[in-house]
């Protein structure tokens, strides 16, 4: 069964960093594309960032772009998002989630976790 | 970057009803579009993708139609589980954008 749960949320104050982890199970993991993908509070879901399999492509959204930085250990199945200089509005519920990259789906997601920036 | 605009932004309908939203892309996207429900507190769930293919696991009452700038989700028969937000999101392109969402409510 393919299972990912992300941790390393919490509250932290505007201008802190925080690392959030997804932990992989189920599958290859070293086979897939992951993301980031986060929802704020009552809002819709917005798409962060992409790592591919072996790590050699990496994207971001504008609005994240020179502060958060993806990343994967696929020795650990692990998935990260280190977030630094955060500001309110990346207050949010972050989802990590699996990517099909040759049928273009996004297949699998894991429970989420919150991150709240309030001084 | 491609905006996905999807209509309407919420809607009322009834068990039994069918129900289409439409999202609709500012450039071709050709078929790499996918949408997901979600429901209140939970992650979301992938029900079409590549535009018209069906997830496995998916009730075949949810369909998806569309290429290019232009696409749909329809859903044959309500049930009462199907109340939920949808949302579309495109693969044509970095950022995998997605639509701001439809509400589905009950009427």
């Known amino acids: 069964e393919v299972q990912l749960v992300e941790s390393g949320g919490g509250l932290v104050k505007p201008g802190g960093s925080l690392r959030l982890s997804c932990a992989a199970s189920?599958?290859?993991?070293?086979?897939?594309?992951m993301n980031w993908v986060r929802q704020a509070p009552g809002k819709g879901l917005e798409w962060v960032s992409s790592?591919?399999?072996?790590?050699?492509?990496?994207y971001y959204a504008d609005s994240v772009k020179g502060r958060f930085t993806i990343s994967r250990d696929n020795a650990k199945n692990s998935l990260y998002l280190q977030m630094n200089s955060l500001r309110a509005e990346d207050t949010a519920v972050y989802y990590c989630?699996?990517?099909?990259?040759?049928?273009?789906?996004?297949?699998?997601w894991g429970q989420g976790t919150l991150v709240t920036v309030s001084s | 970057a491609i905006q996905l605009t999807q209509s309407p932004s919420s809607l009322s309908a009834s068990v039994g009803d069918r129900v289409t939203i439409t999202c609709r892309a500012s450039?071709?996207?050709?078929?790499?579009l996918a949408w997901y429900q979600q429901k209140p507190g939970k992650a979301p769930k992938l029900l079409i993708y590549?535009?018209?293919s069906l997830e496995s696991g998916v009730p075949s009452r949810f369909s998806g139609s569309g290429s290019g700038t232009d696409f749909t989700l329809t859903i044959s028969s309500l049930q009462p589980e199907d109340f939920a937000t949808y949302y579309c999101?495109?693969?044509?392109?970095?950022?995998?954008?997605f639509g701001q969402g439809t509400k589905l409510e009950i009427k």
């Open positions: 989630a699996r990517f099909r990259f040759g049928e273009k789906r996004v297949d699998y």
């Open positions: 189920g599958f290859t993991f070293s086979s897939y594309n």
């Open positions: 790592i591919s399999s072996s790590s050699s492509y990496i």
């Open positions: 450039q071709d996207i050709s078929s790499t």
């Open positions: 590549d535009a018209s």
């Open positions: 999101q495109q693969f044509n392109s970095y950022p995998h954008s």
